[in-house]
């Protein structure tokens, strides 16, 4: 009998977005775990193809008891260097990697916070609108996002937020115009549960609509939820749904900012929220065509 497994892909790709053909990969557990009286093994390898495609099959890290983690790491086969050093929580389901990225940034020095402050206080006011999105690094206050989001709506700008957990809470009662986590960032927060991006999900809708509306109703804010290949869920004053265009993905990094850049925009210019939603989509999608990381082009 074999351990369970999931298959996790990735691209690998250089800090240009560049594909590194023929990649060695190696994903380590940090833990030993026994499943089903079998010791799960330590180390998996594998390489990438011409394009700089892998997958990985690795043991669900959440079936076990240790805590366990997996690091995963690749190297350049033409210079020998390593360009990836991630830590990862695998689930029970087949995923990417960049979804199940468990890696806390380093701390910022000390001294990093009052200047950060003092340069958006500056900025903020030339903008039209504020994208506030990824994790917030060790060493920064807890309340620095909900300040900026505070901060950028008394001074009646459109507020986009792609956040999650306490980060996002926080800011929800200063009335972000738009809050745009993909379902399985939305459901850990929401509702406790760990569910794959790439997740037939599909269930979850009776569950997650009344906090959408909710939300809604209470801070007026939109909801965008992306999943991944599904159709998207967006909750205004109705809740809708928007196709996705099925394509090779090639990348799938960076599709999240697209789609949270182009929204912004559109929805600053006036457009309707559906067809913006409809139009950031289609830009996400250009996004996962590409090698590169948050390009359409």
Same mark, same amino acid.
Request: aromatic content about 6%; charged content about 20%; some cysteine.
């Given at each position: 009998?074999?351990?369970?497994?999931?298959?996790?892909?990735?691209?690998?790709?250089?800090?240009?977005?560049?594909?590194?053909?023929?990649?060695?990969?190696?994903?380590?557990?940090?833990?030993?775990?026994? &499943?089903?009286?079998?010791?799960?093994?330590?180390?998996?390898?594998?390489?990438?193809?011409?394009?700089?495609?892998?997958?990985?099959?690795?043991?669900?890290?959440?079936?076990?008891?240790?805590?366990?983690?997996?690091?995963?790491?690749?190297? @350049?086969?033409?210079?020998?260097?390593?360009?990836?050093?991630?830590?990862?929580?695998?689930?029970?389901?087949? /995923?990417?990697?960049?979804?199940?990225?468990?890696?806390?940034?380093?701390?910022?020095?000390?001294?990093?916070?009052?200047?950060?402050?003092?340069?958006?206080?500056?900025?903020?006011?030339?903008?039209?609108?504020? $994208?506030?999105?990824?994790?917030?690094?060790?060493? &920064?206050?807890?309340?620095?996002?909900?300040?900026?989001?505070?901060?950028?709506?008394?001074?009646?700008?459109?507020?986009?937020?792609?956040?999650?957990?306490?980060?996002?809470?926080? /800011?929800?009662?200063?009335?972000?115009?738009?809050?745009?986590?993909?379902?399985?960032?939305?459901?850990?927060?929401?509702?406790?549960?760990?569910?794959?991006?790439?997740?037939?999900?599909?269930?979850?809708?009776?569950?997650?609509?009344?906090?959408?509306?909710?939300?809604?109703?209470?801070?007026?804010?939109?909801?965008?939820?992306?999943?991944?290949?599904?159709?998207?869920?967006?909750?205004?004053?109705?809740?809708?749904?928007?196709?996705?265009?099925?394509?090779?993905?090639?990348?799938?990094?960076? /599709?999240?900012?697209?789609?949270?850049?182009?929204?912004?925009?559109?929805?600053?210019?006036?457009? @309707?929220?559906?067809?913006?939603?409809?139009?950031?989509?289609?830009?996400?999608?250009?996004?996962?065509?590409?090698?590169?990381?948050?390009? $359409?082009?």
């Amino acid at each position: 009998m074999s351990t369970t497994t999931v298959p996790v892909t990735l691209t690998a790709a250089d800090q240009n977005g560049n594909a590194v053909a023929g990649a060695r990969i190696k994903a380590t557990l940090d833990a030993t775990e026994v &499943y089903q009286g079998f010791v799960v093994p330590e180390t998996v390898e594998t390489f990438a193809d011409a394009a700089g495609r892998a997958v990985l099959q690795l043991w669900p890290n959440a079936l076990g008891v240790a805590g366990s983690r997996y690091r995963v790491q690749a190297w @350049n086969p033409d210079t020998g260097k390593r360009f990836l050093d991630a830590i990862a929580l695998v689930p029970n389901n087949a /995923c990417n990697l960049h979804e199940i990225l468990v890696q806390e940034p380093y701390p910022v020095d000390a001294g990093t916070e009052k200047p950060i402050r003092t340069l958006f206080s500056k900025t903020v006011g030339t903008c039209d609108g504020v $994208i506030i999105t990824g994790t917030r690094a060790p060493g &920064y206050t807890k309340t620095l996002y909900a300040d900026f989001v505070r901060e950028a709506k008394q001074l009646g700008k459109f507020v986009l937020l792609d956040l999650k957990g306490d980060d996002l809470l926080s /800011c929800l009662p200063y009335r972000p115009d738009v809050i745009k986590p993909n379902l399985s960032e939305a459901a850990h927060t929401f509702l406790d549960l760990q569910v794959g991006e790439q997740e037939d999900t599909q269930g979850l809708e009776r569950r997650i609509r009344p906090i959408l509306e909710d939300l809604q109703r209470r801070y007026g804010t939109t909801v965008v939820l992306s999943r991944g290949k599904r159709d998207t869920w967006v909750q205004g004053p109705s809740f809708f749904t928007v196709a996705v265009k099925q394509v090779e993905v090639v990348n799938p990094i960076g /599709c999240g900012d697209a789609l949270g850049a182009a929204l912004t925009r559109e929805l600053i210019m006036g457009t @309707n929220l559906q067809q913006a939603v409809q139009h950031a989509t289609n830009v996400a999608t250009m996004n996962a065509k590409t090698i590169h990381p948050g390009s $359409i082009v």
